[in-house]
């Protein structure tokens, strides 16, 4: 079975410094890595993912991942945090096969950026 | 604007009755995925649907069921609502078939369902 860890419920940064929101997985495999940012009362949006390749994702809003094959880790980060990024944010990993596409979803961080 | 409709945003209902949730796919995307959010179980895989037949089942209880239609919209059905079914309920769809494969989900604003 695949699972997803992110072990820190909220995050709080400075606007302006970088930040890093922590992912760890598990799954058979290579693994297909993304995130999803929610806003309030909103659904998620997809922000970048891992297929294969380098493994410095860049994704929307200047967000970037990081792959860590040894570590099992993708941690989602940004060199300059904008008040705007507070946010919900989810790690999620999915399977390769047929009928094994659905996201896993991991707890959820949720982002505080303080002006 | 992710190109995914959900309706109605939200519903409340009572106990023991029976909604139905309406989900309108991107053009083109295939499959259509539900998901339920609650404060304690989190994100949650229900069904997909790849088109119009089930391709996978996740923690979907069996008073749940799916369909998808020959137009590619989805319906999730949910009877016999107990006060734990209170959630926001999401979908969710990707490309697939013709159009090649896309890993990436695209999800809609949710139905937010309150039970009674």
């Known amino acids: 079975a695949q699972s997803v860890a992110q072990p820190e419920d909220q995050v709080n940064v400075a606007e302006g410094n970088p930040l890093t929101v922590k992912c760890t997985y598990s799954?058979?495999?290579?693994?297909?890595l993304f995130w999803y940012v929610q806003y309030p009362n909103r659904g998620l949006q997809f922000l970048l993912k891992?297929?294969?390749?380098?493994?410095l994702v860049k994704g929307s809003y200047g967000f970037e991942a990081e792959f860590n094959k040894s570590q099992t880790s993708f941690h989602l980060k940004k060199p300059s945090a904008l008040v705007s990024d507070s946010a919900l944010y989810f790690c999620a990993v999915r399977g390769v096969d047929t009928g094994r596409r659905a996201l896993t979803f991991g707890s959820g961080t949720r982002l505080q950026v303080q002006p | 604007d992710s190109g995914v409709t959900q309706t109605p945003k939200h519903l409340i209902t009572a106990t023991g009755q029976r909604v139905t949730l309406r989900c309108s796919p991107r053009s083109g995307d295939l499959s259509v995925y539900w998901y339920q959010q609650s404060l304690d179980q989190g994100l949650q895989f229900l069904i997909q649907y790849y088109n119009g037949e089930e391709r996978a089942k996740g923690n979907i209880l069996e008073r749940f069921s799916a369909q998808q239609f020959p137009d590619l919209h989805s319906e999730l059905n949910l009877s016999s609502l107990e006060l734990g079914d209170s959630a926001l309920y999401f979908c969710?769809?990707?490309?697939?078939?013709?159009?090649?494969?896309?890993?990436?989900?695209?999800f809609g604003p949710g139905t937010r369902l309150t039970v009674t």
């Open positions: 969710a769809s990707s490309a697939g078939g013709l159009a090649g494969v896309s890993y990436e989900q695209y």
């Open positions: 799954v058979s495999g290579n693994p297909y």
């Open positions: 891992y297929i294969t390749g380098d493994n």
